[in-house]
């Protein structure tokens, strides 16, 4: 492996190998790594269980693929070393298509959009231009396409790294810091909740090219294409906007 | 193993070490600072004045730092009075402050165990002739146990620093970027944990490698009364005994 | 009791793997310990070096970087481990056994040099005696020497473990849904990390108690038919 100056390739190499014999037994249960830690896509309740719209979603699929899945919880910032590393076969946990993260996996279709959109207390008026935001401090997940923006756009914002999203709301609440940068999505969960009832949305979504999709290890066509024919029917057959009236009031396909 | 990779992650992950000697030298002189107070009221033969510093050293040691660290950064800002306190708050907002505090209080319950097994193993006769010179027990403390402690207690100090700079890493659970919360932050780029971690590993040893140097000079240097004196200048010195 | 809003099954079922990861992390550690002090006292110089190594790199590394390290590079290195010896199938490694395999490499780091110091402080001439009375060498290893060394390395086992207990926290950070990790979860529900966390300080404070007194008792035990070297 020495050899190779592609670092991300190096990694491609080895989990196409760990794919190509564990191909055998990937026919039985497929299984798909997500968080658990990230409302209303996916999260875990009081009994333990994971349930979400990224859940629904990998159901919907695996029932029209007539395949028998089985959930991993991983820690976001290991979920692509994870599939990489052969713990799971697929990654249904609301990933954006990224093209760093392109040189490392492959994306089916996207199955929802997202829009990164700040949110901040509703007594304060931010000016959501980089001078404007300049000295503030702004929360996001670490390792996420949120914090990747802020850090590019804004260079003069105190980005905070938080493990969990959970994390960064908490710390919203408490006035530790200015302002939340996350999925319209996610922000939309959490303003509708109790803790989020005097904050709200600012300005227009920052970034709307933010595609969702399942990731899969390089090189693994066949589940690829899969997941492709079973997210068309799904969309065809009604399913999925039976999943969507049941979290948002919007169609975020 | 990909040394680009390596290299190119070395300028972010000494940078963030920059910040855990910080967190470690900062926490160090505040633990001390509390361990002192904690050791002597530790040491008294009366049950009211030992019993609250054993409840504290028996919380600090027995429960993770990972929980410690919790409850002062998340916990603490549970509490409205917390958060509108004008003294309070812009200290507990800060990660930074949050993580020096937790650190303090935790090294402090092991530096205070330290210094009272220290205390207990000044030999009584040194106090005893203190007191027969006419000490008090004020100046017997200040000018005859705490030297004489400081002194007992300077290795397992030390091997309590280095414990510190372990344990400084959770300072990247709540939003640091000490060095592994640096690396933590490459690897969500790079995608390459091993050798971004073993970088990692790397500078932890190195700055081990020479804390326990510089311990071991500061031991040299404080037991030259131990050491047989050189009797000529061919002579070399012979080696510590403590 | 106070007010856990429902969280408490979840907070007891965390309890009950930390103390399965405890005790798995232990057994491994345990035998890594063993062979760790083995191979200082060993005749060849490399495997001593290696044992060297070892402790030292264990000492100089911070645990969360070792389960970080364990978690996220083991099927990468395993993988590549595994390959020129024929084997290309691929292999990983749970939260549960990353984490257990990291606490017990720290655990074993510092156990070598505990077991190490208890062989060295069992008199050589026990073990002459005992050839002298025609016992073989496994014989004399089993019942002359280590049953005498054990006494000598429990107290520092004991300290180890305690710290083994509290650093199974940080497999939280790898996702294993043990005390920590179950907390995270109830706080985010509930908005009171405060409660929450102290409740899992309580637990782990409970846990410290439960396993000092076990230690003493053993210790007693070990101890037993020795003169006390104290009077009181």
């Known amino acids: ?253 | 193993m990909n040394i680009d990779v390596m290299i190119a992650a070395l300028p972010k992950l000494l940078e963030g070490a920059w910040l855990s000697l910080q967190l470690l030298f900062i926490s160090g002189f505040f633990g001390l600072m509390i361990a002192v107070p904690l050791s002597i009221a530790r040491s008294s033969p009366r049950l009211a004045v030992k019993a609250l510093p054993y409840a504290y050293i028996f919380f600090f040691r027995g429960t993770p730092l990972l929980v410690q660290l919790f409850l002062v950064y998340y916990g603490l800002s549970q509490f409205a009075f917390v958060r509108e306190s004008p003294i309070l708050w812009p200290v507990l907002k800060e990660p930074y402050w949050c993580a020096i505090i937790t650190f303090s209080l935790h090294t402090g319950g092991y530096i205070a165990e330290i210094l009272r097994g220290a205390i207990q193993a000044v030999p009584v006769g040194e106090v005893e002739a203190a007191r027969a010179l006419g000490m008090r027990r004020s100046t017997t403390l200040a000018r005859i146990v705490l030297p004489r402690a400081a002194r007992i207690a300077l290795p397992a100090y030390g091997n309590e620093l280095i414990l510190m700079l372990k344990g400084s890493a959770l300072a990247s659970t709540v939003t640091l970027l000490d060095l592994t919360g640096m690396a933590r932050t490459i690897i969500a780029r790079n995608y390459m944990p091993v050798e971004t971690f073993l970088m990692a590993g790397v500078i932890y040893m190195t700055i081990t490698f020479v804390l326990v140097r510089g311990l071991r000079f500061i031991e040299h240097r404080t037991s030259a009364h131990m050491r047989g004196r050189p009797t000529g200048p061919d002579t070399a010195p012979p080696e510590s005994i403590a | 009791m106070p007010d856990l809003s429902g969280f408490e099954h979840q907070l007891l079922l965390g309890l009950w793997m930390t103390i399965r990861l405890a005790l798995t992390a232990l057994a491994i550690g345990l035998v890594l310990g063993l062979a760790g002090a083995a191979a200082m006292a060993a005749p060849v110089a490399p495997l001593r070096w290696l044992a060297r190594a070892y402790t030292t790199i264990i000492r100089g590394i911070p645990e969360l970087l070792v389960v970080l390290l364990i978690y996220f590079g083991s099927s990468v290195l395993l993988m590549r481990l595994a390959r020129p010896l024929g084997y290309t199938g691929y292999i990983e490694l749970s939260p549960f056994v990353a984490g257990a395999v990291a606490l017990a490499l720290t655990f074993g780091g510092y156990a070598s040099e505990v077991f190490r110091g208890a062989f060295q402080a069992v008199p050589v001439g026990q073990a002459e005696a005992a050839q002298a009375l025609g016992m073989g060498r496994i014989a004399i290893f089993f019942r002359i020497v280590l049953p005498q060394a054990w006494r000598i390395a429990l107290p520092g086992l004991g300290n180890l473990f305690l710290v083994l207990m509290k650093d199974t926290a940080l497999v939280s950070v790898i996702g294993l849904e043990e005390i920590m990790r179950k907390a995270q979860f109830a706080t985010g529900a509930t908005k009171e990390p405060f409660t929450f966390y102290l409740a899992a300080a309580v637990l782990y404070l409970g846990l410290t108690i439960v396993s000092m007194s076990l230690l003493a008792w053993m210790e007693r035990r070990a101890n037993r038919g020795m003169p006390r070297a104290r009077a009181s």
């Open chain 1, 1 to 253: 492996m020495t050899g190779l100056r592609s670092t991300t390739l190096a990694l491609a190499v080895a989990a196409a190998t760990a794919l190509s014999a564990g191909a055998a037994w990937a026919q039985d249960t497929l299984r798909i790594g997500t968080e658990g830690a990230y409302p209303p896509f996916n999260m875990v309740d009081e009994n333990g269980n994971l349930h979400g719209f990224d859940i629904d979603i990998a159901n919907a699929l695996c029932a029209q693929m007539e395949r028998e899945c089985t959930f991993v919880i991983q820690d976001w910032d290991g979920i692509i070393p994870g599939l990489l590393a052969g713990k799971y076969d697929a990654v249904i946990a609301s990933m954006s298509v990224t093209e760093e993260r392109k040189q490392a996996v492959d994306f089916t279709d996207k199955y929802w959009t997202n829009k990164l959109q700040f949110i901040a207390p509703k007594s304060v008026d931010l000016d959501l231009t980089p001078e404007g935001m300049a000295g503030t401090s702004v929360g996001a997940q670490r390792a996420t396409i949120s914090a990747q923006w802020v850090e590019e756009n804004m260079p003069d914002v105190d980005v905070k790294l938080y493990d969990t999203q959970e994390n960064a709301y908490l710390d919203l609440g408490t006035g530790r810091i200015d302002a939340v940068i996350a999925d319209k999505l996610v922000n939309y969960e959490w303003l509708e909740s109790d803790a989020g009832a005097d904050f709200e949305f600012k300005g227009e979504p920052v970034y709307e090219n933010d595609l969702i999709a399942i990731a899969l290890r390089k090189g693994n066509e066949d589940l690829l294409a899969d997941f492709n024919a079973a997210l068309t029917a799904i969309r065809e057959n009604g399913t999925y906007a039976e999943i969507n009236a049941k979290y948002f009031p919007f169609d975020i396909y």
